[in-house]
Structure formats: structure tokens, C-alpha cells
């Protein structure tokens, strides 16, 4: 069965500075990708998605990278601000269905 | 969340008994979705439809049953609950065009508790 998942569980960046969240896929017929934010008490939020015949894509203070050779998404974050924290799900997909992981709990200390 | 609407939002039940939640969506999108959201699990996929009286079942579907008599509503019954069920249920709609699919938008959660 599919199989995503996050490296890191949880990670404390300082107000201002970039945050890097990594996701691992273990479906190399994935052909999109997103990331969502959950904050608490609400439903996950799309926050950018990429197509596998992509490697790079940059949305407002959003980056996501997509390395399909070794099946590997990351999503970075410039200059994390206090709002940004929440937990961050990647997704992958072959047709209408998503696999999610776990989550990265993404704590911003001012 | 714009266009997805759940209810209720929070319910205690008691072992046994039949709880059913209602998913609603006012964009017209094919796609429904269920799933629960359990600590170190992830979303897991417990049914689905891909239009009006057609669904199948996801993962963790045992215990569940789902009805989509229209378009717009997207049912989930617990037949008889156990504690097991737990969980924050999230419905989700997605559309594709073209053959090409489209990311979900979630509603806001169920949190539902069988004591």
C-alpha cells in the first residue's frame, strides 16, 4: 500500500527564519503532490501542490521541491512568522485518492 | 471551510448505538470523501463516492457505512459505535476536469466520542 511519511515529527524554528518540512513517498507512480496545514481544532488547508512533471514550484512565501528520484517532497517556509505554526501534511496521489502522513508539528518561537 | 459544511461538530455517544454525520457541499464537486484523524495515524481514508449512489470502501472502512443520495450530501453511519471510533472525522470534496484531479478542500472536523 502507499506509504508517505514525514522525516521529522516535530521542529522549532525561530520567528524570521526559513523552515524546511521533508516528506518521503514510497509510490514512484505518484504524479501529485501537496501539502497541507492543519491548525488546531481545524481541517488540514492546501497550502501548494506540485505535479510530477514539475520539480519546483513557489507559491507566497511557499516553496515546494519534488525530487523524484528518490521520491522525496519538502516543503520550505521563508521568514516563519507566529501564524505559521500548525502541523504540515504531504500528500500524494495517483488519481482521486491521497495518501497523507503523519505530520511535522511546526512551532514558531518568537 | 468555504463550500463544505459538517455536522455536528461534536457528539458523545454511547457504545452500541447508531450515530450518523452529514457532510454538505455547495460546489457541485463528484468527489466525497470520509476520513478519520487518530494521533500518530494520519488521515485514513474510510469510504468514499465518485457520484450520487456510488461509493466504495477505503482502509478502515469496517464498522461504517456511507449514502449519497444527492450531490451536495455525503452521509456516514457509525451501525452500531464502539470506542474504537473515537476519532475527528473530516469530509473532503475534489473535482477533476480533463483527467486531470484536483486537490481536496476539507471541512472542519467532527469530534466524535463513544463513551
Known amino acids: 500500500g502507499e506509504s508517505v511519511g514525514l522525516h521529522l515529527p516535530t521542529l522549532s524554528v525561530q520567528e524570521g527564519d526559513n523552515s524546511i518540512i521533508n516528506c518521503a513517498y514510497s509510490?514512484?507512480?505518484?504524479?501529485?503532490f501537496i501539502w497541507y496545514k492543519q491548525e488546531s481544532g481545524k481541517g488540514p488547508q492546501f497550502i501548494i501542490d506540485?505535479?510530477?512533471?514539475?520539480d519546483k514550484r513557489q507559491g507566497q512565501r511557499v516553496t515546494v521541491l519534488l525530487n523524484k528520484t528518490v521520491k522525496h517532497l519538502s516543503l520550505q517556509i521563508a521568514a516563519t512568522q507566529p501564524g505559521d505554526s500548525a502541523v504540515y501534511f504531504c500528500?500524494?496521489?495517483?488519481?482521486?485518492?491521497?495518501?497523507f502522513g503523519t505530520g511535522t508539528s511546526l512551532t514558531v518561537i518568537p | 471551510d468555504a463550500g463544505i459544511t459538517q455536522s455536528p461538530r461534536h457528539k458523545v455517544t454511547e457504545t452500541g448505538t447508531p450515530v450518523t454525520l452529514r457532510c454538505h457541499q455547495t460546489e457541485n464537486h463528484r468527489y466525497m470523501y470520509w476520513y478519520r484523524q487518530d494521533p500518530g495515524h494520519g488521515l485514513r481514508l474510510i469510504h468514499y463516492?465518485?457520484?450520487?449512489?456510488?461509493?466504495d470502501k477505503g482502509e478502515v472502512s469496517d464498522g461504517y457505512s456511507v449514502s449519497r443520495s444527492k450531490t451536495e450530501d455525503f452521509l456516514l453511519t457509525l451501525e452500531s459505535a464502539t470506542s474504537s471510533q473515537t476519532s475527528v472525522y473530516f469530509c473532503?470534496?475534489?473535482?477533476?476536469?480533463?483527467?486531470?484531479?484536483?486537490?481536496?478542500?476539507f471541512g472542519s472536523g467532527t469530534r466524535l466520542t463513544v463513551v
Open positions: 463516492s465518485y457520484g450520487v449512489k456510488d461509493t
Open positions: 473532503a470534496i475534489s473535482e477533476s476536469q480533463g483527467g486531470i484531479n484536483y486537490g481536496y478542500t
Open positions: 506540485i505535479r510530477s512533471n514539475m
Open positions: 509510490n514512484s507512480a505518484s504524479d501529485y
Open positions: 500528500a500524494d496521489s495517483t488519481g482521486n485518492q491521497f495518501y
